[in-house]
């Protein structure tokens, strides 16, 4: 045999179940029955033991001919009505089996919709459950995964095509003003660097790989300076930042993450709130407990939205706007990366929309 031969013949051994052998399977998974026939071998030799070691009894005991026939007789129809009864207890077992083989030959196939539909109080009944959860988790892994690929392609579209056109006009020479086309090139490859940035870290929150660096800090000063971070932004349409803090609130977190925090609520309130109006954060502390708000005057969340606003790849706002580098991850890390921090995040009620995260102090 030849080493391509005999690798072939290895992949085959691994791989018994490729798609092109699923209909020999599921032929084979609708014509068999063998449960049920086992079930009911084992009642019938569990009767034919019962039934040797009363005849072996009978004949020891010196029980008389006559007697002796009649209990065999007598053993005729209970044999006949407990086979009937094995096949009876047999036939929903072998029924939901075949249900379940059925379910799984589906999947097997692709199709993620496929339920086993058997409701039972035995290990088989837990054994379909399992299953169904687990073909309920894989559903919506694929649909996260279909919606992350829309989501990413989406807003990829966009800023390479600016690049791509901008390119085209400084290399053949038709671009009036060839240093606002770069600041432009340069815009678009900064939104494109935060769409990366934003992916790797909602990679490793759902990974669970994200490691933090907690230290004491101070969370009126890191939220000033991220306000100051995005600061330019909120100037270009006219938005004040303010910040309303009691006192100096210390927090244990990792410093970095939690800024990034900070900063994608801003920025999300800053898209959303209307020109020449104000952004305001607020921290104070409650017991234990540290709080920020940020409060803006935009028209709010969308009740249909807020049930899955910190869900990745969602926005209020279903016409993308690509210019602002973003895929609808900014509730959504923010969300992981609190979590991580043993703190939770919600969205508070308007007017204007509002976002708070409490975290222990």
């Known amino acids: 045999m030849s080493k391509a031969t005999k690798a072939e013949a290895a992949h085959d051994h691994q791989h018994p179940h490729e798609p092109g052998d699923l209909k020999a399977l599921e032929h084979k998974a609708h014509g068999m029955n063998r ?133 085209e006009a400084i290399r053949d020479g038709v671009a009036p003003d060839p240093d606002l086309y770069l600041a432009g090139m340069e815009r678009q490859v900064r939104a494109l660097s935060s769409l990366v940035d934003d992916l790797q870290l909602h990679t490793k929150i759902i990974s669970g790989t994200m490691e933090l660096k907690r230290s004491k800090l101070d969370l009126t000063e890191l939220a000033d300076e991220a306000m100051e971070t995005v600061r330019p932004l909120a100037e270009l349409r006219r938005i004040k930042l303010l910040l309303e803090a009691d006192e100096r609130v210390t927090v244990d977190a990792d410093g970095s993450q939690l800024a990034r925090v900070v900063r994608n609520l801003l920025d999300n309130a800053i898209r959303h709130a209307p020109d020449d109006s104000v952004v305001l954060v607020q921290i104070h502390r409650e017991n234990s407990v540290a709080s920020l708000r940020v409060i803006d005057e935009g028209a709010g969340f969308p009740p249909e939205f807020r049930d899955r606003a910190f869900e990745p790849f969602t926005r209020a706002d279903e016409a993308r706007d690509t210019r602002t580098g973003t895929a609808g991850l900014g509730l959504s890390i923010a969300k992981g990366i609190v979590t991580a921090h043993q703190g939770t995040v919600g969205l508070g009620n308007g007017p204007g929309g509002v976002v708070e995260i409490s975290l222990p102090a």
Request: aromatic letters at 2%; a positive charge; charged letters at 20%.
């Open 35 to 167: 449960l049920g026939r086992r079930f009911l071998g084992a009642n019938l030799a569990v009767l034919g033991v019962a039934i040797m070691m009363i005849a072996i009894a009978a004949q020891t005991m010196m029980i008389e001919p006559r007697d002796r026939r009649l209990v065999m007789w007598a053993l005729i129809p209970a044999v006949l009505g407990a086979a009937m009864v094995a096949m009876l207890l047999a036939r929903p077992v072998a029924r939901d089996a075949k249900r379940i083989c059925s379910a799984a030959m589906k999947v097997a196939a692709g199709d993620l919709s496929a339920r086993t539909g058997v409701q039972r109080n035995d290990e088989l009944g837990e054994a379909a459950e399992m299953f169904d959860v687990m073909v309920l988790r894989l559903d919506t892994v694929e649909q996260e995964r279909s919606l992350m690929l829309s989501s990413i392609s989406h807003d990829l579209r966009t800023p390479l095509a600016a690049l791509r056109a901008a390119v």
